[in-house]
């Protein structure tokens, strides 16, 4: 599968944005997955959905981030809320299917006042 990322810009602290990915197939069966890098570090996990519907985050960003998904539009949401500057970074979706991976091409978030 292909996997499309949009939805990052500039963004105040404190402000709100809405990621999306667009998957060019279904996302049956997939438990997808959002990561992201600030400059300078290491990829990191940020929240994943698995297929029946479970979530999971990370502790950075539990109770501000939100995962989910719309299978019908083959597309996986990351609403970021009360975002941080140290929320800046380049933000990938991922999907994994038994021993597949897939990325897409990452969005920039860029959180300054």
């Known amino acids: 599968v292909q996997l499309q990322a949009s939805g990052g810009g500039l963004v105040q602290p404190g402000g709100s944005l809405r990621l999306s990915c667009a998957v060019s197939?279904?996302?049956?069966?997939?438990?997808m997955s959002w990561y992201r890098q600030a400059p300078g570090k290491e990829r990191e996990w940020v929240a994943r959905?698995?297929?029946?519907?479970?979530?999971d985050y990370a502790e950075s960003v539990k109770g501000r981030f939100t995962i989910s998904r719309d299978r019908a539009k083959n597309t996986v949401y990351l609403q970021m809320n009360s975002l941080k500057p140290e929320d800046t970074a380049v933000y990938y979706c991922?999907?994994?299917?038994?021993?597949?991976?897939?990325w897409g091409q990452g969005t920039l978030v860029t959180v300054s006042s």
């Open positions: 991922r999907a994994d299917r038994g021993m597949m991976t897939s």
């Open positions: 197939g279904s996302i049956y069966n997939f438990y």
């Open positions: 959905i698995y297929g029946g519907g479970t979530t």
